[in-house]
């Protein structure tokens, strides 16, 4: 028990790395925020950390962590927490997906990720792009977990409400409006849904995960600093 006290104590205790003028790390803002940043380990499309993601921590614009501060405490009262699983993205990342989408012999994560597809479609369905929102700051990845829950760095599975797909699962069925989802799976969607757009994001249709800050800072810029 004392190991555990000790490694959670360094977690939260780390140093924060210096980041662009108007960047935050969101645990400083909302520390009750569950951070599972998939790009920083292999649970992902690609089955290895991406570059960039030196360390497993959520990065965004100040405005952009506010509002998900905001969002949380609202969430909080209806019994849920918000789980952060893609905040900001360096475009390093990015360029790694690329490069991966055009390698036809690694398809070792196909079946978790992208059963129903072929990887040489994933780029001109637009699953896999030249350049990200998630690169300008104001771009977040995320889902709900149903209060009171485990603590995610000592649960390896994902505890999060049934959404219908995983996170960045390459199929249609992650379309917000799927029409075959059950009930509960449609309702979650749309508890994330409105909550979201309630506290100034704008949702993306065809990942019901995906949202961007209505009024991000950085429309136009793409940033490509690591997370450290």
């Known amino acids: 028990m004392k190991r555990i006290v000790l490694i959670l104590l360094l977690?939260?205790?780390?140093?924060?790395?210096?980041?662009?003028?108007?960047?935050?790390?969101?645990?400083?803002?909302a520390p009750e925020?569950?951070?599972?940043i998939r790009y920083?380990?292999?649970n992902n499309f690609m089955g290895q950390p991406a570059?960039?993601?030196?360390?497993?921590?959520?990065?965004?614009?100040?405005?952009?962590a506010l509002q998900?501060?905001?969002?949380q405490e609202a969430i909080r009262a209806q019994g849920y927490t918000i789980k952060v699983y893609d905040c900001y993205r360096p475009q390093q990342a990015v360029n790694a997906f690329y490069t991966w989408a055009q390698d036809m012999n690694d398809t070792r994560m196909k079946e978790a990720f992208y059963p129903s597809e072929i990887k040489e479609a994933l780029f001109s369905k637009g699953y896999i792009a030249l350049h990200s929102g998630h690169t300008r700051g104001s771009t977040v990845d995320l889902t709900l977990v149903k209060l009171p829950q485990a603590n995610s760095m000592q649960k390896p599975e994902d505890n999060a409400v049934d959404m219908g797909t995983p996170f960045d699962f390459f199929d249609e069925r992650?379309?917000?409006?799927?029409?075959?989802?059950?009930?509960e799976q449609k309702n979650n969607r749309m508890l994330l849904r409105k909550l979201m757009i309630a506290n100034g994001f704008i949702p993306y249709e065809k990942e019901w995960w995906h949202f961007t800050l209505k009024n991000?800072?950085?429309p136009e810029t793409y940033f490509n600093f690591s997370v450290q």
């Open 33 to 36: 925020i569950i951070e599972e």
């Open 40 to 42: 920083a380990s292999s």
């Open 216 to 218: 991000e800072p950085y």
């Open 51 to 64: 570059p960039g993601y030196v360390s497993p921590r959520c990065v965004l614009s100040r405005p952009a």
């Open 11 to 29: 977690f939260y205790l780390r140093p924060s790395h210096a980041l662009p003028e108007n960047f935050v790390y969101l645990h400083e803002l």
């Open 174 to 183: 992650a379309a917000v409006f799927y029409p075959k989802l059950a009930k």
């Open 68 to 71: 998900l501060k905001q969002a």
